[in-house]
């Protein structure tokens, strides 16, 4: 068994660094590292800077310069900063060698900083089992670099590790067997959803997807009229909720909200939550919910559009423009018209045009009904 890692961020001051290369705007990773800290706010870190370096290609050492990389650990340190993000993900290498410049300073990455917020959001067994396995996944090729330690042990009875075998090898060993378990684990919870959703075949089914904060648990609320949990924060929800919602006199649904997306998400994170992801890929109707809000509402909309296709969810879709209530201008309602002609504008918080959405549903699943008129003889 292996000892639960030590949450990676408590409440400590950081910097956020991004690197400007490729098809990449300043002003777009500036964008990047607003959403950054956001994340780093919600695992509980305090930003206080942010660096960003125009960059002709990633440096192998340490992805930005090395003048770069130096410069930052110093101000670090004369700051007493212990934390420093970067928004792209740094392979084991690069990791490995800004430890050396501080040891007492730790270096991660998006990737990182979302498993850590997954990590302290998981409420069930289901969502802290895949949020572990991701976990472990990320962290297995990097333990080459994580241990320093790597004088040999003694072999023989009593020992954990065989002749010769170094604590690298022994921690990559229970790493593996701890993956192995989980994946059995999550195999038997799946197993167990399975049974569930053969039960309510019968029922034509709706998931809400979108970007996470995006308001899809108070959609959910305002639809169904059930009380589920609602915070103003990244990933409130990590769980599914599926609950039946009457649209009208002849129409009922089962309305499923589950986890929100967001740019950059660690593909082991999307891997392990595949089995909670189901309710989206095997419904009849797919809710994609947006905050009409984001300036980065296409953003937003093309990293929705790009996990439904990487977790195989080809169903028909409606677009959903939530928080209209914060949209004060009518030149911004004409943008959002153009750029989603047939989307269904909505304010979940504040109860507008719920009915409209309900109408929507309502004209949807009549076209999956098809009429037929029967002869049966009187005998």
Known sequence: ????????ISTEDAFLVGAVFGELS????????E?????????GANVVHSYTQKLNRINPSFFIGPGKAQLIIEHAKSLNVKLIIFDDELSPAQIKNFSNLSKSIKVIDRSSLILEIFSQHAKTKEAKTQVELAQLEYLLPRLTRAWTHLERQMGGIGTRAG???TQIEVDRRLVRTRISNLKKELDKIDKE???QRKKRLENYKVALTGYTNAGKSTLMKSLSGSNVFIQNQLFATLDTTIRSVKIDKSHTILLSDTVGFIRKLPHNLVASFRSTLKEVIESNLILIVLDSSSESIE?????IINV???IGAKKQTRIVLNKIDLIKSKARFDFLKNLFPDGIFVSALDQ???????ESIAKTMDKDHVEIELQLPYD
Do not use: P, Y
Request: net charge negative.
């Open 1 to 8: 068994m292996i000892e639960k890692k030590e949450s990676t």
């Open 193 to 195: 959803r399975e049974t």
């Open 163 to 165: 002749a010769g075998e």
């Open 308 to 310: 439904l296709d990487d």
């Open 352 to 358: 507008l045009r719920i009915d409209s959405l309900k």
């Open 35 to 43: 959403e950054l800290e956001l994340l780093a706010k919600t695992a």
């Open 299 to 303: 953003d937003h909309f093309q990293t």
């Open 26 to 33: 300043s002003d777009k990773v500036n964008e990047h590292l």
